[in-house]
């Protein structure tokens, strides 16, 4: 272990390595969205997010209202109006860039991801040098924060040939936020996240270190770290509460060490805990006093997988850092093993806790479990290995760590409808924005409402899992809706105060096959007929 420093030196040639990397893997993320960009032909139309198309609308509908000039959230996706809440405020952000910029707001989208993910490969590479100072375990540590996943790729098709669901429940497959490269496929504020993450940690570590004696301060990372950990609070609060855990432990160790109470370690975690406080008490009390968000919480459950399907998510790089876990447990090191040991243990904690959203706490794992990875490879894998072979061994077991993206790339590349709507439908959308008023809820199927909060503004029945107030029973009603299995067609569109229903190819799919149930579009009014024919729009009488 090296000697503890306060100043991380990073070369220039260092920099431009990583840069190259970082570029090369945010060009691969950026793959299927290329691929998939002309993928529709003329009869459909790409959305313009290639994971979790319903989570991607929803972001796009958070920066439209950015882009009407609000900061305040409303959940579009649901029927019943509401107030708005300051919940995700980077995606209203961007809507704001995106009007003065006058960017669409897909485009303005991918930018940010781009951005963010660039951003996330230069704090990964920082934090590795903060702690190493020799360059081949900041290099190893990097590779192994940033692309590498666990043995989904070789379970996933184990678990789908008996019936099992590996593509849903092997993290390195669902679990984006544990993992650098992936979550640069997915949207702008986990990637945001685990650069913030990465950066505290690396002023926290410096600031822990045996030996350290400076105080927070403007000029020694402490104004930082508290701008770190307000960022937290809002892009993804769940991370900072673990890695907050892990340092008020490691204080709470170092006060049984000492056999006294560390002032200057107090004041290093109230920097980290403080500036969080007041957003922690806004959420707990929008989600206590706020029946729309409460229902939104409730219905918002990120269950974690077992410890085993967890194990196996994790794969070779959990094998290789065994080493450095059982050295971090005996010696207890308070320069970087303590933190990291801790908090790992922390997110595992409150991953299992009885909480809605378990699997939350997991965000940014990869950074202690490659940390114990890289010290393994140092101090106990490579002492048994000749010189000659160390990099024959290293260089193919990487790539083999990697597979799993595959997997997600090309799942990423799968023509689907939601993620795909046919094209007549996009006109149809520019028809509502034009003639809707404030206030308007439209009645379509699942795919095509979750699209509509964003590209025309209004509200929907049914649109999102979470985001829709009663998920379960509306999505069943809209499908009976659209079936003919409603004895009253009319009851649907009063209670959700309908204005306009919309009738088009993905809709007809709900109609049952042969059915002679009623159409309970017969007797509405139509006011708009796509060109070919196979789409309409009805209103519903005040």
Known sequence: MQAPRDIVHITSQEWRWVLILAIGFTALAFLPLLMMSGAGGDAWHFMGVIMNYQDGATYFAKMAQGQEGNWLIYFRHTAEPHGGVFIQVVYPALGHLARILDLPLESMFHIARLVSAMLMYMALYYLGATIWTRLRTRRMFFLLVAICSGLGWFFSPLLEALGQPGMTSLPDLFIPEIYPFYSSLVNVHFPLAIASLALLASIMIVAFRPGATHEPGISNGGFMAALLSLALALLYPQALASLGAALALS????????????????????????????????????????????????????????????????GLPLLIAIPGFIRAVRRFDADGDRIMLLWLVAMLVLMYLPTSTGRRFAAGMMIPLAYFAARALEDFWFERVSRRWRYRLI????????????????????????????????????????????????????????????????????????????????????????????????????????????????????????????????????????????????????
């Open 251 to 314: 204080t709470l160790a170092h006060w049984l060490g000492q056999r006294r109470l560390i002032w200057r370690d107090l004041r290093w975690v109230s920097i980290v805990a403080l500036p969080a406080l007041p957003l922690a008490t806004y959420y707990a009390a929008i989600v206590t006093y706020n029946p729309i968000v409460a229902e939104w919480n409730r219905q918002n459950v990120t269950s974690p997988p077992s410890i085993l399907v967890l194990a196996l998510g994790l």
């Open 395 to 542: 260089l193919p077991v990487i790539p083999l760590m990697t597979l799993s993206w595959l997997f997600v790339l090309l799942a990423g590349t799968q023509v689907r409808a939601g993620q795909f709507l046919p094209v007549n439908y996009i006109a149809a959308f520019e028809w509502l924005r034009e003639n809707q008023r404030d206030g308007d809820v439209i009645l379509a199927s699942e795919e095509v409402s979750a699209w509509i909060p964003g590209l025309v503004g209004s509200r929907v029945v049914y649109g999102h899992p979470f985001e829709t107030l009663n998920a379960l029973e509306k999505e069943q009603a809209v499908k009976d809706w659209y079936a003919g299995r409603l004895s009253d067609c009319g009851d649907l569109p009063r209670r959700n105060q309908v204005r306009y229903i919309i009738l088009g190819p993905l809709e007809t799919e709900l109609r049952e096959t042969g059915s002679d149930l009623p159409d309970c579009a017969a007797d509405l009014t139509e006011v708009y007929k796509s060109e070919t024919g196979d789409l309409r729009i009805y209103a519903v009488e005040d």
